[in-house]
């Protein structure tokens, strides 16, 4: 069966860490640009323009690899967070704030998100009853020197 193109979409999106890369790409972007703008916009300018520049693009790219590459979105989502922090001190405010606030609200989602589990054929399995009286585990016989740190009682 053919799948329409929103279908596709609805998948791929669904299958991947989408607004949490999203939110990362935004914020690198905004970061990014913002050096660039006029004069009277920007609050630092020179040399000083380079570290956001650089963190607006590794951000851009830790979006693009919770996207393309899902399993790496634990690491993409603290990194986002970091340099996201890091541009707060680092890059015109990260970016007048706005562009920290993505970012950490990008890496978030991104170390968050899960992917769905395998469904049943059936639909949801049901639910097992609990065990009214389940086995109890006997402690284990207590040792000479039970202080983890070895101090004599």
């Given amino acids: 069966m053919l799948l329409s193109r929103r279908q596709r979409w609805r998948r791929w999106r669904r299958s991947r860490p989408f607004w949490g890369g999203l939110f990362a790409i935004l ?6 640009v913002l050096p660039l703008a006029p004069l009277k916009v920007m609050l630092q300018q ?19 690899t919770a996207w393309f590459s899902p ?7 603290v990194l986002t ?7 707060l001190v680092l890059s015109n ?17 991104m170390f968050a998100w899960q992917p769905y589990a395998a469904r049943h054929a059936g639909g949801a399995a049901p639910a097992a009853e609990p065990d ?9 016989p207590p ?8 101090a004599q009682p």
């Fill in 46 to 64: 020179g040399v000083a323009g380079i570290p956001s520049v650089l963190m607006g693009i590794v951000m851009v790219v830790l979006g693009l």
């Fill in 81 to 87: 967070t970091l340099i996201a922090t890091a541009a």
């Fill in 27 to 32: 914020a690198g972007a905004w970061i990014c």
């Fill in 93 to 109: 405010l990260g970016g007048f704030l706005i562009g920290t606030l993505l970012g950490i609200l990008g890496g978030g989602l």
């Fill in 132 to 140: 009214p009286d389940p086995p109890r585990a006997t402690p284990p």
């Fill in 71 to 77: 399993p790496q979105r634990a690491l993409a989502g």
């Fill in 143 to 150: 040792t000479p020197h039970s202080d983890p740190q070895g």
